[in-house]
């Protein structure tokens, strides 16, 4: 039910805001109070989507609702208390009409210009779902992201910005930065459901709120390097099969081998998950420290001296 109601909010919303006239959207006012599903604070509280919307636009303008989980519960009741006496609105006792008319056309604030970067870089951490910008080495900025589900993860590793765009397509928001992950197209982009934000929810890229995308999309030239970590307790990433890499291989598992042999010593380059020729050197010395041909070929002998299997 609050699915298909959502989607005419959203579909009312585009008119209201890039068609109609003052006159026409004066009338449109009673279709909203027609469509829209009336939220108040009940007991159980109401749940949806449509109230995930609420909360994420009430986090947009800068209105604390609490979690984004779709539940209509006290504090985001008192966000949409806070909402509307900051409007002078009448008092409310929950989003009506009128109070979804005014949160759906009401603009959110132009962010500042911020100053250009020197040196930017970027980290995401997948267990607290938080995007931070560096510049020179020092923290700049964070911002909370969504990342991709168990089954569709986030690539982790070091990748790089390799190609941006406005408005790259639907539901990649209103930027796109891609990064070159060499087994499938990730990037870091808007959204058009950002209730998600928070959470795994993709199909593996990051996903920000459009205001904020925007306002890191120029401070990040193509180039910027962008890790990717999980910092949880219980992430444990590993090598599934042991399948025999050389040049030319990619995929996660090569970026868990090419971190391995960091913790080694004896490789510099990123853990981009492409076993080129700096990942082949890098085996190849490994294996010569250790009395072993010097193939640059991972085989069983070589996931031994990196520990990851037993003889």
């Not at 539901?171 to 058009?192: A, D, E, Q, S």
Request: aromatic share 10%; charged share 20%.
């Amino acid at each position: 039910m609050y699915g298909s109601r959502i989607l005419l909010v959203l579909g009312l919303t585009t008119l209201l805001i890039f068609t109609l006239n003052t006159t026409a959207r004066a009338e449109c006012c009673e279709c909203w109070r027609e469509v829209a599903p009336r939220l108040e604070l009940t007991s159980p509280y109401m749940r949806g989507e449509a109230v995930a919307y609420i909360q994420a636009r009430l986090l947009e303008l800068g209105f604390d609702p609490g979690p984004v989980d779709g539940v209509y519960g006290p504090l985001t009741h008192r966000a949409v208390l806070d909402f509307a006496r900051c409007r002078h609105l009448a008092a409310a006792t929950g989003v009506n009409g009128s109070l979804w008319q005014e949160l759906m056309v009401e603009p959110v604030t132009a962010h500042a210009t911020l100053p250009p970067l020197e040196n930017p870089y970027i980290t995401i951490d997948i267990a607290t779902h938080r995007l931070t910008l560096y510049s020179n080495g020092k923290q700049y900025k964070q911002y909370p992201v969504a990342c991709g589900t168990a089954r569709t993860p986030t690539p982790l590793g070091e990748w790089t910005i390799v190609h941006k765009a406005v408005n790259w397509g639907s539901g990649f928001g209103t930027r796109w930065m891609g990064l070159n992950v060499p087994w499938g197209i990730y990037g870091i982009h808007g959204t058009n459901k950002p209730w998600t934000i928070g959470t795994r929810a993709s199909h593996g890229c990051i996903r920000m709120y459009n205001k904020d995308v925007e306002e890191l999309y120029p401070l990040v030239p193509s180039g910027t390097p962008v890790k990717i970590f999980d910092s949880s307790a219980n992430a444990n990433p590993r090598v599934t099969r042991m399948r025999l890499m050389q040049l030319g291989s990619t995929g996660p598992d090569v970026v868990y081998i090419q971190q391995k042999l960091k913790e080694k010593g004896v490789y510099l380059g990123y853990a981009d998950g492409r076993y080129g020729k700096m990942t082949v050197t890098a085996v190849k010395y490994l294996q010569y420290l250790y009395g072993r041909p010097a193939t640059g070929i991972m085989d069983r002998e070589t996931y031994h001296i990196l520990g990851l299997v037993t003889r």
